[in-house]
């Protein structure tokens, strides 16, 4: 496919800061418009981003260089990974070009609704970051996030919402958010992300799994703590999914660590760590060789775009994080999915 054009310009993200988008026009008549996210909480070994200004001038610098020119994805990313692009310069070209050719739709992925949120995200005295429920579908998960919101609403516990669309009542903790899900979804599954954010002292996570039904545990530990990733995950490795994002951060070098040995059972993607569509398809790759769980996810800083939907399903993802049920940069998702025809 050969690009003609490529238009970059800033917009707002969900926090009100500014990101890149892209509108790219290909010499078959069609375009394609791509938006990027940014993350709350980030790995310190993802891809880095440049200020949007500099991401912006730098795009408008060397787009010439693209542009008459017949690409296919691999070919085109390529490229830009040659051009040592930070994140954001590379992701919405990346992004736009990948958007202008037909989805291979395979099966729908299972959802972590998430409901309540905190560390970065929220109420900090919520240490961990993501508390969500897995469900089978966007009916589902709406009752039940209705269902939460009216149960909050009862207590005369303030509903507002965190970065992501979830619940992040000031008087609740860490042990307050699961005895809550416990008692009103007795037989629900858990999903969490620790995100290595608490402040005060390590959670005791064995106690933890003991008590709830956490079938899901993202992020237990920080990235160079190797040693607990691997006594965690020969004690823990069969009983649920022990989770990379920070760890892994859609890196196939940091994928292949955390698989020699063994520490991860499942592993988050989101391209924007990687910085093109190939690299993060690569970790898909690579992640399903080993027989990892695929979970495809959003960022704290979303836009509007819902390409992220149309990625996870291309790859088959077995789940998607798509925040809340309270945003409309994250309903936004929910609503792909349901043009798409998930119920």
């Not at 919405?92 to 992925?109: C, D, G, H």
């Not at 966007?138 to 507002?160: M, N, P």
């Not at 990379?244 to 993607?269: E, S």
Request: proline content about 4%; aromatic content about 8%.
């Amino acid at each position: 496919m050969r690009i003609i054009d490529i238009q970059p310009r800033s917009i707002l993200s969900s926090a009100g800061n500014e990101t890149v988008e892209v509108n790219l026009k290909a010499g078959n008549g069609k375009s394609s418009t791509a938006s990027i996210p940014a993350g709350i909480s980030t790995g310190r070994f993802e891809i880095k981003n440049l200020p949007v200004n500099e991401a912006i001038l730098q795009i408008n610098n060397f787009k010439n260089d693209l542009l008459n020119r017949e690409f296919s994805q691999e070919s085109l990313d390529k490229l830009l990974v040659e051009f040592d692009f930070a994140g954001n310069v590379a992701l919405p070209i990346s992004v736009a070009f990948w958007k202008l050719q037909p989805l291979q739709k395979k099966n729908f992925p299972k959802l972590f609704l998430l409901l309540f949120e905190g560390g970065k995200h929220g109420n900090p005295n919520i240490g961990m970051q993501e508390f969500a429920l897995l469900e089978e579908t966007i009916t589902e998960a709406t009752v039940d996030f209705k269902r939460l919101s009216e149960y909050l609403k009862k207590q005369g516990l303030a509903t507002t919402v965190g970065a992501e669309g979830a619940f992040s009542p000031e008087n609740f903790d860490d042990i307050k958010v699961l005895d809550t899900l416990k008692e009103i979804f007795p037989h629900k599954k858990i999903a969490i992300d620790a995100a290595n954010t608490f402040s005060k002292s390590e959670p005791d996570y064995e106690t933890l799994l003991k008590n709830y039904n956490i079938v899901s545990l993202e992020d237990p530990f920080s990235e160079e703590a190797w040693s607990k990733w691997e006594a965690f995950y020969q004690k823990f490795g069969k009983q649920i999914m022990i989770v990379g994002d920070d760890l892994t951060v859609t890196n196939g070098k940091r994928l292949t660590m955390a698989l020699n040995p063994p520490v991860i059972n499942a592993i988050i993607i989101k391209p924007n760590q990687n910085g093109t569509i190939s690299g993060a398809l690569e970790v898909v790759r690579l992640a399903k060789e080993k027989g990892l769980k695929i979970i495809i996810s959003h960022r704290g800083e979303e836009t509007d775009d819902t390409w992220i939907v149309d990625f996870a399903v291309s790859v088959g993802a077995d789940f998607v994080k798509f925040g809340g049920m309270d945003r409309g940069e994250r309903i936004a998702k929910y609503n792909r999915l349901r043009e798409l025809g998930m119920n």
